[in-house]
């Protein structure tokens, strides 16, 4: 095993710290990952305070994760030692199911393994980027093209970037398509980024007048003011898709409503307590549906990596120490960050 330094979560209450954890030794499929950049996503926040009642400690999270391949197993065919690779919110999944044979792993019928918390429907706890290195099978390793210059940009495209990539691509947001994105924050920014680069018409939801600007810098064509009823009507019955990237309680009516017939809404954000049930009438006057995304597979989220390397994507960040953690997510908590966190890993002592 090897001894890798790390922070970590000792209880829902107490704050992250410097721990140590070990790692396998690469087998002949594994490759061995030095982590450079860790982006900072909500569900860790979530997992490491056991707001979804399931956390398993000690819990190092972080899934956002971009690095330097160190070694690679005997086995392994698509990455050398130099290589730059990332690892994003899964490390395996059963492989035999309908959906693992489809790429679709995220819906593995078994439950993915997490790359922090273990397997979804239980089982050995695992840990992720907030350490120095990883080891993971290369079947779930994915290739980095972007310059290295902009590595720091690219780790939260492994989560943030595919949860927003996956919906957009699955529900049609090319030209010709109006497109609602809900929320500007971690993942929504990069919806407004995505959604423009597919070629949609592109409206940009938010509730605070002062990101009219950023949205419009990040792609969007159009912002609207959701608190503003008067706004929100000129948009009645125009979207063919709406991605509602909001991570807190809301009224789904305001947003169905402005959906053409068999639009489609889409929610990514996971409250930790369920929003509103929508009005019925809202739905089957028009045809309209509401649905959910989880991420995307493995083959997927290469595909979404190789796109933003040809469109020269990646997210807004604002780099912090490892140690500026605990702050960081007190932050994240008000909104108080363009538009996500991504940790030096340089910086873990």
Same mark, same amino acid.
């Given at each position: 095993?090897?001894?890798?330094?790390?922070?970590?979560?000792?209880?829902?209450?107490?704050?992250?710290?410097?721990?140590?954890?070990?790692?396998?030794?690469?087998?002949?499929?594994?490759?061995?990952?030095?982590?450079?950049?860790?982006?900072?996503?909500?569900?860790?926040?979530?997992?490491?305070?056991?707001?979804?009642?399931?956390?398993?400690?000690?819990?190092?999270?972080?899934?956002?994760?971009?690095?330097? =391949?160190?070694?690679?197993?005997?086995?392994?065919?698509?990455?050398?030692?130099?290589?730059?690779?990332?690892?994003?919110?899964?490390?395996?999944?059963?492989?035999?199911?309908?959906?693992?044979?489809?790429?679709?792993?995220?819906?593995?019928?078994?439950?993915?393994?997490?790359?922090?918390?273990?397997?979804?429907?239980?089982?050995?706890?695992?840990?992720?980027?907030?350490? #120095?290195?990883?080891?993971?099978?290369?079947?779930?390793?994915?290739?980095?093209?972007?310059?290295?210059?902009?590595?720091?940009?690219?780790?939260?495209?492994?989560?943030?970037?595919?949860?927003? &990539?996956?919906?957009?691509?699955?529900?049609?947001?090319?030209?010709?398509?109006?497109?609602?994105?809900?929320?500007?924050?971690?993942?929504?920014?990069?919806? =407004?980024?995505?959604?423009?680069?597919?070629?949609?018409?592109?409206?940009?939801?938010?509730?605070?007048?002062?990101?009219?600007?950023?949205?419009?810098?990040?792609?969007?064509?159009?912002?609207?003011?959701?608190?503003?009823?008067?706004?929100?009507?000129? &948009?009645?019955?125009?979207?063919?898709?709406?991605?509602?990237?909001?991570?807190?309680?809301?009224?789904?009516?305001?947003?169905?409503?402005?959906?053409?017939?068999?639009?489609?809404?889409?929610?990514?954000?996971?409250?930790?307590?369920?929003?509103?049930?929508?009005?019925?009438?809202? $739905?089957?006057?028009?045809?309209? #549906?509401?649905?959910?995304?989880?991420?995307?597979?493995?083959?997927?989220?290469?595909?979404?990596?190789?796109?933003?390397?040809?469109?020269?994507?990646?997210? @807004?960040?604002?780099?912090?120490?490892?140690?500026?953690?605990?702050?960081?997510?007190?932050?994240?908590?008000?909104?108080?960050?363009? &538009?996500?966190?991504?940790? @030096?890993?340089?910086? $873990?002592?």
């Amino acid at each position: 095993m090897i001894k890798t330094k790390a922070y970590a979560a000792q209880s829902a209450s107490s704050p992250l710290a410097p721990h140590e954890i070990r790692r396998r030794e690469p087998g002949p499929e594994d490759v061995q990952i030095e982590i450079l950049y860790c982006g900072v996503c909500h569900s860790d926040l979530h997992t490491a305070r056991n707001e979804w009642k399931n956390t398993l400690y000690p819990s190092v999270p972080g899934h956002e994760i971009v690095g330097r =391949v160190v070694a690679v197993g005997k086995e392994v065919k698509g990455f050398r030692i130099g290589d730059f690779a990332g690892v994003g919110c899964m490390v395996d999944s059963c492989g035999h199911c309908a959906s693992c044979h489809e790429g679709e792993e995220q819906y593995c019928a078994n439950g993915f393994t997490g790359t922090y918390n273990g397997p979804v429907f239980g089982g050995e706890n695992t840990y992720g980027g907030y350490s #120095q290195s990883v080891v993971v099978k290369e079947s779930f390793v994915l290739r980095v093209r972007h310059e290295e210059k902009n590595l720091a940009r690219v780790a939260p495209l492994l989560c943030a970037g595919i949860t927003t &990539y996956s919906p957009l691509r699955h529900w049609g947001a090319g030209p010709g398509k109006r497109v609602g994105i809900v929320g500007l924050g971690g993942l929504g920014h990069m919806g =407004v980024k995505l959604a423009h680069a597919m070629g949609a018409h592109v409206v940009l939801f938010t509730t605070s007048p002062g990101k009219v600007e950023d949205g419009k810098r990040l792609g969007a064509d159009a912002v609207c003011i959701s608190k503003d009823e008067r706004q929100m009507a000129s &948009y009645a019955n125009s979207l063919d898709f709406i991605l509602n990237t909001v991570a807190a309680p809301h009224d789904l009516d305001a947003f169905l409503s402005l959906l053409k017939r068999d639009g489609t809404m889409t929610l990514v954000g996971a409250p930790a307590e369920p929003h509103p049930s929508p009005t019925v009438f809202n $739905l089957i006057f028009k045809r309209r #549906q509401l649905a959910g995304s989880l991420i995307g597979g493995i083959r997927e989220t290469q595909e979404m990596l190789d796109f933003c390397a040809e469109h020269g994507i990646g997210s @807004d960040i604002e780099m912090i120490p490892m140690d500026y953690i605990n702050t960081a997510y007190e932050r994240m908590l008000k909104s108080d960050v363009k &538009y996500r966190f991504v940790i @030096d890993m340089a910086t $873990l002592k």
